[in-house]
């Protein structure tokens, strides 16, 4: 049981059948920032997202019973990945992101791994929320910003 406050969610294996569901909350999520950086294109957007997506690699947040969110994270030598946190905007601001991003923190710390991500440089909100809960920049490419939990691994932060 988590402590008091903190948002209960579970997390479900994504399947092929979720594949417009979980585009749909890309768009919703993701399309203000993406906007904001190159432009959103709607045709390229979709043809993009088809070619990536494989359903083994993502899990739907599930709170209230209801999907409202989607996870990716990539498990790589020494450590996890988060190669996509996204939660449906009516859901943001509500702790949901954060109790996600804990958890997968907790889950590196139990296997001695760090956790990395990148963030696009237009996406201040998520980028305040990471360094909220540990996260460090460790560099710049094109339109995002590195960012690094040393969760279970050896500090590299001075």
């Known amino acids: 049981m988590p402590p008091a406050g903190e948002v209960r969610f579970e997390?479900?294996?994504?399947?092929?059948?979720?594949?417009?569901?979980?585009?749909?909350l890309h768009r919703a999520a993701m399309r203000?920032?993406?906007?904001?950086?190159?432009?959103?294109?709607?045709?390229?957007?979709?043809?993009?997202?088809?070619?990536?997506?494989?359903?083994?690699?993502?899990?739907?947040?599930?709170?209230?019973?209801r999907e409202v969110g989607a996870l990716c994270v990539q498990e790589?030598?020494?450590?996890?990945?988060?190669?996509?946190?996204?939660?449906?905007p009516e859901e943001q601001g509500r702790g949901l992101g954060t109790a996600v991003l804990r958890d997968v923190i907790a889950r590196a710390a139990t296997i001695g791994a760090a956790v990395t991500l990148q963030v696009l440089k237009a996406n201040v909100r998520a980028q305040r929320l990471y360094e909220r809960l540990g996260f460090y920049a460790t560099g710049e490419v094109d339109v995002h910003v590195r960012m690094r939990h040393d969760a279970g691994a050896a500090p590299t932060h001075p």
């Open 11 to 24: 997390l479900r294996p994504a399947t092929a059948a979720d594949r417009d569901r979980l585009y749909a």
């Open 76 to 88: 790589r030598a020494g450590e996890l990945y988060v190669a996509a946190v996204e939660v449906a």
């Open 32 to 65: 203000d920032v993406v906007d904001r950086t190159w432009g959103w294109d709607e045709p390229w957007q979709h043809a993009h997202f088809n070619a990536r997506f494989d359903p083994a690699a993502f899990s739907l947040i599930v709170a209230g019973g």
